[in-house]
């Protein structure tokens, strides 16, 4: 995740795409994933220091449109809207580096566009870093979802964090992310040494990623004998990436050695279409594909 440029701060500001005001969609419509955005204090000038948070989602599956320094230790940040749904907003997906050791900040989600979610139930955003690289919750005592007076009486979710290394880069998440490369190293293994699995693709998406079919039975030669056929389609909207985590599941246990699979190989034959939206995937969207 390095970032230099000759001659030039390798922290400096950068974005993507330019800001675009849109009554459409709450003035969020136009703005792309940030870039290395390098938060810096008012008044401050020059190379980027430690502590200055170094904000970044230009990655497969990341999401996060804009970041508001409020205070030396509280920013507000914003999810881009799906690429053609202004009006969607859930999934977030980012990174943060350039942090001080024992760094304490409180990040607010600003912009949430469904209200009843989990995190109403109690559900705290996912956090990794790269010694540590399982992802695990955030407490729930340093989690907040609320009405905000500040924000237009929106829901606002907000988490405090302490960051304990300064040479980390720490991840932060909706829930646990299955990107495309994922799922196409998973089609690769389980698909390339059995016998008894067929792949195929359905379509080419815009982006020209295929949207493939998995066939999985015990003769793939054999359409004579009557069978039952079970379709299975997983990943319809992006942002139900546990969708991709059962379907992975699924088809590991179906081409397994356990006497129930063998028998289910037997009398069924399972059609699966493990990741049907991969557009949507790549790009971090919540609901819809790329148009």
């Known amino acids: 995740m390095a970032f230099s440029c000759e001659g030039r701060d390798p922290l400096e500001h950068t974005s993507l795409y330019q ?20 938060m810096r204090p008012p008044g401050h000038s020059g190379k980027a220091k430690k502590g200055h948070i170094c904000f970044d989602a230009t990655f497969e599956t990341g999401n996060l449109g804009r970041v508001d320094l409020i205070s030396e230790f509280e920013y507000d940040l914003f999810i881009r ?21 024992d760094q304490r900040v409180i990040f607010n989600i600003v912009n949430i566009s469904k209200s009843a979610n989990l995190f109403r139930q109690g559900m705290t955003p996912l956090m990794k870093s ?9 407490p729930r005592e340093q989690v907040f979802y609320y009405r905000s007076a500040q924000h237009q009486n929106h829901y606002v979710l907000s988490f405090a ?10 991840q ?9 490369t994922r799922y196409l190293g998973h089609l690769d293994n389980l698909c390339s040494k059995l016998l008894y699995t067929k792949r195929e693709t359905l379509a080419e998406s815009i982006q020209k990623k295929n949207v493939e079919l998995v066939t999985i039975t015990s003769d793939l030669e054999d359409t004579e004998r009557p069978r039952k056929v079970v379709v299975v389609l997983a990943r319809v909207h ?6 991709s985590f059962v379907c992975q599941g699924l088809m590991d246990f179906l081409v397994s ?15 699966i279409v493990p990741m049907l939206n991969p557009d949507g995937v790549f790009l971090g969207n919540y609901r819809y594909e790329y148009s």
């Not at 010694?131 to 955030?138: D, G, L, N, Y």
């Not at 992006?238 to 969708?243: D, F, L, N, Q, V």
């Open 81 to 101: 809207p799906d690429t053609c749904g202004p009006r969607l907003r859930l999934w977030f997906n980012f990174t943060v580096d350039n942090v001080k050791a």
């Open 238 to 243: 992006p942002g139900e990436s546990p969708s």
């Open 19 to 38: 800001r675009a005001e849109s009554e459409d969609s709450d003035a969020e419509g136009g703005l792309g994933n940030v870039n290395k955005m390098v």
């Open 257 to 271: 050695a356990h006497p129930i699979a063998q028998i289910l190989r037997e009398y069924v034959i399972f059609k």
């Open 161 to 170: 964090f302490a960051f304990d290394r300064e040479d980390e880069i720490y």
């Open 172 to 180: 932060f998440a909706l829930t646990y992310p299955y990107s495309y």
């Open 130 to 138: 790269s010694s540590r690289p399982k992802w695990q919750r955030i």
